[in-house]
């Protein structure tokens, strides 16, 4: 009988265990491929602030690049970092390859924040990791489409979507540049 009790238990843990381990709403839980091709682990950010923006080479908003940078510069000693996606969803203004952007981007911005491997950001085919950044379901937040080039989420220190920004405003306006600033 007390075998049977302690079955349960240890099958009780493990069923708990692998469910926390599913709905983890944490966007440390992801690995994706940077621009490069090498293997970029959310999970090395724990304790960062970090803004996800989706980007794009041919678009009216594309000056944002250096905005970004700059934001980054001036930033990412005080453990805050931005992650850029390239997308190639909104009028096809991201025809280029991987390296191509990643051309682009230096060539033109100067950029050295980390950029990944191109992706879907919005449909059926939308990346896993956007899949978590707009369903309320995987990010315990909210619900959101990405609804231009340069959306950018800002995402805490515990890896929880914290607030949605809309591509037009500039990296750094004042919401966001508080919201790096602020303590917590």
């Not at 240890?10 to 966007?27: E, G, H, K, V, Y």
């Not at 995402?155 to 500039?170: C, F, H, L, M, Y």
């Amino acid at each position: 009988m007390f075998k049977r009790f302690l079955t349960l238990i240890l099958t009780f843990m493990c069923l708990t265990a692998t469910s926390q381990i599913a709905t983890d709403n944490s966007i440390h839980q992801f690995k994706v491929a940077d621009i490069s091709g090498n293997i970029f682990d959310f999970s090395e950010l724990k304790g960062k602030k970090i803004m996800i923006v989706n980007t794009a080479s041919k678009c009216g908003l594309t000056y944002q690049y250096e905005s970004l940078q700059k934001l980054y510069s001036q930033y990412k000693n005080f453990n805050f970092v931005i992650i850029g996606f390239p997308s190639n969803d909104f009028l096809w203004q991201e025809p280029g390859s991987n390296d191509q952007i990643a051309d682009f981007c230096e060539e033109n911005y100067g950029v050295t924040f980390p950029m990944m491997s191109k992706i879907t950001v919005k449909g059926s085919k939308k990346h896993p990791i956007y899949q978590f950044l707009t369903q309320k379901s995987k990010n315990n937040y909210k619900d959101s489409k990405v609804t231009w080039n340069f959306q950018k989420y800002l995402i805490n220190k515990d890896g929880k979507v914290e607030k949605i920004i809309a591509p037009k405003t500039r990296p750094d306006s004042e919401e966001i540049v508080s919201w790096i600033t602020n303590g917590d």
